[in-house]
């Protein structure tokens, strides 16, 4: 008699001595096929990835490296600015990481800005003995014929925060930007009831979730048939100076200025160039993502909210991705796009108290 069904073992998942087996030919054969090593004609590489797809093979990298005795190694290309984004999404990555330290090693690379020498980055991880990488790919075109030579190589690449689409990238995991600038387009035409120009400030427009935020933006202003027109679109590259700079400029140019939309966290210089112009009381302003110098504006009212892109759970779920298809073979979605926050004067507190220590300070109002 068989075993009743709870009491009966799980099927063991198909391994490279089973492929071998119905293939009839030598593990080392198949392991040569999977793992493009020299030595095997096309035909019956071909002949071998087919049976391994038939059997449901699933390849089990950290397992390999831990018979050799080495770690698996995960390299990570963030740029440093901005801090309080791409901190928060670090601290992310190394949350998830930490239960399996014994058989992983995270190298963090790092660069000035989005979309500045990360090629140079992706070229020295390929060089090493890198076995998955995780980036923000800020110019994804010069990106792309090196996330392929990664794919040739069996290197898996999750992009995070940003996309690259049109590449050989494994997922992406990012905030929704579209549905990030629309959300903030819908908030600005309830707000602002008479007719009036708004600016965007983003960071550069190569970047395709700056570029979708933009996008969405734009098409709910449509939508809505609102009152308030995009007057100009500003590229700060996420850089203080550019970005009260070109904010200034801007106000000069457009008297009827109503509302400006920032659509990086690089939003402090775009409220000092309205402060110091005078014009803020009298512009709605919303921000993205929440750091301690934003959390005193929100209180007064000089910005009305910011949308959070939740960097942390970004951090978290890229390499939950990674991490899965390496030691289990788990192939993830190709776009996770997490929904947006946003964070008004009401909720501020509520928010405050789950985010990370480095907010603590800004958590007690100031009558407090």
Known sequence: MSDPPERRAPERPAGIKDIAIALGVSIGTVDRALHARTGIN?????????????????????ARHLKLNRKLQISVHLPREIASFFDALRE????????????????FRSYPHLGEKDVELFEQALAGETQGIILAPGHPADLKPWIRKAARRHVPV??????????????????????GGALVAELLTRFVKKPGAVLIVTGDLNTVDHADK???????????????????????????????RLTREAIQRHAKLAAVY???????PVVRALEDSGRLAEVA???TDLFPALVPLIRSGKVIGTVYQRPRAQGRLAFQ??????AEGRCPPLRHRLPPHIILRSNLDVFLETLPADLEGAVSSPAE
């Open 42 to 62: 096309a035909m019956t590489r071909t002949r071998v990835l087919k049976m391994a797809q038939t059997l449901g093979y699933r390849p089990n990298f950290a």
């Open 92 to 107: 992310g990555i190394e949350e998830a990481a930490a239960p399996f330290e014994s058989s992983i090693r995270i190298q």
């Open 158 to 179: 999750v992009c995070v925060a940003t996309d690259a689409p049109g590449t050989e990238r494994l997922c992406t995991i990012s905030s929704d930007a579209a549905s």
């Open 214 to 244: 933009v996008r969405g933006f734009r098409e709910c202003l449509e939508t809505l048939a609102s009152p308030l027109k995009v007057a100009a679109v500003l590229e700060a590259h996420d850089d203080a100076e550019e970005a009260y």
């Open 262 to 268: 920032v659509g990086t966290a690089n939003s402090v």
């Open 285 to 287: 302003v919303i921000t």
């Open 321 to 326: 991705a990674l991490y899965q298809f390496l």
